[in-house]
């Protein structure tokens, strides 16, 4: 508990700044969205690695298939806590991570469904000098990254952990970050995604759980403050 408030100030610290950083320095379809995608654009402004199979399958499907599978253990895990006695005292942990996780992806998910941002592959237009982007452009439903989400959504596990399984808590949070990156990565390549839509999909993952987070602590010292005697000190 002796970290905990510096804890929740760095959340809400940590996620107004990167919203700042986000707004002004990574703007959607921006000069460093543009920069970053250009290689995989050829002369016409086709995306040639749109098909490849290594990302629009094995990025795209297998591994997409496989967190699925992760999250499925998680929830089924959660859902026997309540029959398998052994599982009980657990059953808080599996719900969090599967709820919390779930809400992550969920709120993208909603987003992007309503977003009128359109993936870069809807918005290259041939011309007699190669291409240029038409940002008139609205098809696609492409903002923020749904598919990346997935992956940042297992940084739920370090705000579970990060006070009892400190080991477990890095494992978590290096693997959401590793995957959500690389599995948006890819998707940059095939022309579905700018990093920006990316950098936002983690940003609300980051922005979920520090809310939940916070909320879990404040309702915990809440409950503290009406047990305790008067004069007592709490941290």
């Known amino acids: 508990m002796q970290d905990q408030p510096k804890f929740i100030l760095f959340l809400l610290g940590s996620s107004m700044l990167s919203f700042v950083i986000l707004q002004s320095i ?45 999250y499925l253990i998680i929830f089924s895990a959660w859902l026997m806590s309540f029959k398998v006695s052994s599982l009980k005292t657990r059953r808080f942990e599996f719900g969090y991570l599967f709820w919390v996780s779930m809400l992550c992806t969920s709120t993208v998910g909603l987003l992007k469904s309503q977003s009128q941002h359109a993936c870069p592959w809807n918005m290259t237009l041939p011309d007699q000098t190669g291409f240029f982007w038409d940002f008139s452009a609205y098809a696609g439903h492409c903002f923020p990254g749904g598919h990346a989400s997935l992956g940042f959504a297992l940084i739920t596990g370090y705000f579970y952990y990060r006070q009892t399984n400190t080991s477990r808590a890095r494992f978590y949070f290096t693997a959401g970050t590793i995957l959500g990156f690389t599995m948006g990565w890819a998707q940059m390549m095939r022309g579905a ?14 922005f979920i759980n520090a809310v939940i987070y916070a909320s879990f602590y404040f309702k915990k010292k809440m409950q503290l403050f009406a047990v305790m005697p008067p004069n007592s000190n709490i941290i």
């Open 26 to 70: 990574f703007p959607i379809g921006g000069d460093i969205d543009l920069l970053l995608i250009h290689p995989f654009i050829s002369e016409s402004g086709s995306f040639t690695l749109r098909n490849n199979w290594y990302l629009a399958e094995l990025n795209h499907r297998y591994v997409k298939d496989l967190l699925t599978a992760v």
């Open 193 to 206: 995604h700018f990093l920006s839509h990316n950098l936002w999909s983690f940003w609300l993952c980051w």
